[in-house]
């Protein structure tokens, strides 16, 4: 299934609803990110003055031009430049979602649940181990158990220990 773009602005489309399938998503994400890093193919996603609205997280703020401060967001910051990330929450009757790119990584995750509660605490717990998961297998270090720690709407921690054990990462192919 391809991304299907639900609204058109000015010389532009642009989401206001976005239907896509996880994998679809985030190879858009990186696409979009890589160009704006300089690391991806040469083109444009997104026009430039926009994407410079997109991450204008004013004042503190968790939300710039329909991005989210995903490092804020879902309780990552305490990761450092590991923790920095951009994407956006989805939520309709009976689904959640989190999409999130991470640019030290160079690595996006898209989340889809069937599973709707009022907080959006679902997704965000799924990123918070699975990304620190995959973190710990990059970075070739112990394993640590991670978990969300929820705090409302918008709010809640991502928390890391040590693994009994110490169990190391590996790749096995």
């Not at 996603?45 to 004042?59: A, G, K, T, Y």
């Not at 509660?117 to 997704?123: E, M």
């Not at 978990?147 to 693994?163: D, I, P």
Request: hydrophobic residues 40%; proline residues 3%.
């Amino acid at each position: 299934m391809a991304m299907t773009w639900l609204r058109s602005v000015s010389h532009m489309t642009f989401p206001t609803f976005l239907a896509s399938e996880a994998g679809q998503l985030v190879m858009w994400l990186c696409q979009h990110w890589r160009q704006q890093s300089g690391r991806g193919p040469s083109g444009e996603v997104v026009p430039r003055d926009l994407v410079d609205e997109m991450v204008s997280f004013q004042n503190g703020s968790a939300y710039g031009l329909a991005t989210m401060n995903m490092g804020r967001m879902s309780g990552l910051g305490f990761l450092g430049d590991y923790g920095v990330a951009v994407g956006h929450l989805g939520d309709t009757y009976g689904y959640t979602s989190i999409v999130t790119y991470f640019p030290k990584i160079d690595v996006a995750i898209a989340i889809a649940t069937n599973h709707e509660d009022n907080v959006q605490a679902g997704p965000r717990a799924l990123l918070c181990t699975a990304y620190n998961r995959a973190l710990d297998i990059m970075l070739g270090r112990a394993l640590r158990n991670c978990s969300y720690v929820n705090g409302g709407y918008f709010m809640g921690g991502c928390k890391c220990e040590a693994h009994s054990g110490a169990a190391r990462a590996e790749i096995l192919i």
